[in-house]
T-cell receptor, first 113, second 113 residues
Framework: QKEVEQDPGPLSVPEGAIVSLNCTYSNSAFQYFMWYRQYSRKGPELLMYTYSSGNKEDGRFTAQVDKSSKYISLFIRDSQPSDSATYLCAMMNYGGSQGNLIFGKGTKLSVKP | EPEVTQTPSHQVTQMGQEVILRCVPISNHLYFYWYRQILGQKVEFLVSFYNNEISEKSEIFDDQFSVERPDGSNFTLKIRSTKLEDSAMYFC???????????FGPGTRLTVL
């Protein structure tokens, strides 16, 4: 079983739609969960950072973490064409040493005007 | 807004040659990382660096790889004898604490011929 699983898509939605992206993971020691956005041939850009279970909202973006199910989600409300990118989930177990991020493969999102 | 910078943006080299990829992390950050992303694949952790020494490395980071912080601002990744399979995007990242958000640079695209 892969450590982090993410449906690669592609996912195509009309402008204004609500987008739901998600990842599952197998390592129950993960404590820190992030979502990054990556445009083609660019570096990952941090969108959301969450510690442990719960919800976090930032503008049109909401991140949810359910540690009991080992499942994380990113919701994008009122999606815009500029949201078209690849969305990467990443997670980390920080246990007294520097944590390295384990990434999902990324979901490619296209928002059509 | 402070950002991680990387040079060069694209490096082409012949198999067997040495390359040095350079990064300038965010100035008050203490933890530094290198990741790579082979085209179409996941972002993978290579190495983390803190207090002038490697704190963690992946199995990818073999004897052909080395990292250095030669001065107060630069962080470098050296590949001694490049192989075709080293062709990838290489991302530098930095964070303020080991459990904090990692901010990524724009990447260096390495092409080994």
């Amino acid at each position: 079983q892969k450590e982090v699983e993410q449906d690669p898509g592609p996912l195509s939605v009309p402008e204004g739609a609500i987008v739901s992206l998600n990842c599952t993971y197998s390592n129950s020691a993960f404590q820190y969960f992030m979502w990054y956005r990556q445009y083609s041939r660019k570096g990952p850009e941090l969108l959301m950072y969450t510690y442990s279970s719960g919800n976090k909202e930032d503008g049109r973006f909401t991140a949810q973490v359910d540690k009991s199910s080992k499942y994380i989600s990113l919701f994008i409300r009122d999606s815009q064409p500029s949201d078209s990118a690849t969305y990467l989930c990443a997670m980390m177990n920080y246990g007294g040493s520097q944590g390295n991020l384990i990434f999902g493969k990324g979901t490619k999102l296209s928002v059509k005007p | 807004e402070p950002e991680v910078t990387q040079t060069p943006s694209h490096q082409v080299t012949q198999m067997g040659q040495e390359v040095i990829l350079r990064c300038v992390p965010i100035s008050n950050h203490l933890y530094f990382y290198w990741y790579r992303q082979i085209l179409g694949q996941k972002v993978e952790f290579l190495v983390s660096f803190y207090n002038n020494e490697i704190s963690e490395k992946s199995e990818i980071f073999d004897d052909q790889f080395s990292v250095e912080r030669p001065d107060g601002s630069n962080f470098t990744l050296k590949i001694r004898s490049t192989k075709l399979e080293d062709s990838a995007m290489y991302f530098c990242a930095s964070s303020n604490t080991g459990a904090d958000t990692q901010y990524f640079g724009p990447g260096t695209r390495l092409t080994v011929l």
